[in-house]
């Protein structure tokens, strides 16, 4: 919970700031996120996942983005998606924003030749992000965000789990 309002009080200053607010639309993009596994009960692992996103900005607080990410460290597949909503604050030099939301996912363990088990992963996902245009359409981001801040879900028990990191992508703005 303190991660939460860390991440709003740290952005919401960026986003009054950054002022005009005229670019909306369509985007999607991809990118790369390097990211920290954290289980409440110890223990935690180091992932590098690829993703691709898409949204919708209809104005300087509404706009909505989705994303889905794949990876694989250790005989564990990971496969995610996230939905959010997103307010983004844009000038001539940077864009900022806000993310807040929740992911859906499950880890598929490779557990013998011929077996595979799956954990159910979700949880509410919020982030903060700078962005700086390289053309009229194309974006290049940098972020922070807790991917996922909630529960796994493996043979009928719950452990508390924290994904977090920061990740670099682009987006192209139709």
């Known amino acids: 919970m303190k991660n939460w309002l860390f991440a709003l009080l740290m952005g919401m200053p960026?986003?009054?700031v950054a002022g005009d607010n005229t670019t909306g639309g369509f985007y999607l993009g991809g990118?790369?996120?390097?990211?920290?596994?954290?289980?409440?009960?110890?223990?935690?692992?180091?992932?590098?996942?690829?993703?691709?996103?898409?949204?919708?900005?209809?104005?300087?607080?509404?706009?909505g983005e989705a994303r889905l990410g794949y990876g694989s460290e250790n005989g564990v597949d990971l496969v995610y998606s996230s939905i959010y909503?997103?307010?983004?604050?844009?000038?001539?030099?940077?864009?900022?924003?806000?993310?807040?939301?929740?992911?859906?996912?499950?880890?598929?363990?490779?557990?013998?030749?011929?077996?595979?088990?799956?954990?159910?992963?979700?949880?509410?996902?919020?982030?903060?992000?700078?962005?700086?245009?390289?053309?009229?359409?194309?974006?290049?981001?940098l972020e922070y965000r807790m991917v996922l801040d909630g529960d796994v879900k493996y043979e009928d028990e719950s452990l508390g789990l924290e994904f977090s990191g920061v990740s670099v992508n682009v987006d192209y703005r139709f």
């Open 85 to 141: 909503y997103r307010t983004e604050s844009t000038n001539d030099t940077a864009k900022t924003y806000l993310l807040f939301g929740y992911t859906f996912g499950q880890a598929m363990l490779d557990v013998g030749p011929g077996q595979d088990d799956t954990m159910s992963l979700n949880g509410f996902s919020y982030g903060a992000g700078v962005g700086f245009p390289v053309t009229n359409s194309l974006n290049f981001n």
């Open 31 to 63: 990118g790369a996120a390097d990211l920290k596994m954290r289980f409440d009960e110890g223990g935690s692992s180091d992932w590098t996942i690829g993703e691709i996103l898409g949204g919708y900005k209809h104005n300087a607080f509404v706009g």
């Open 14 to 16: 960026a986003v009054v």
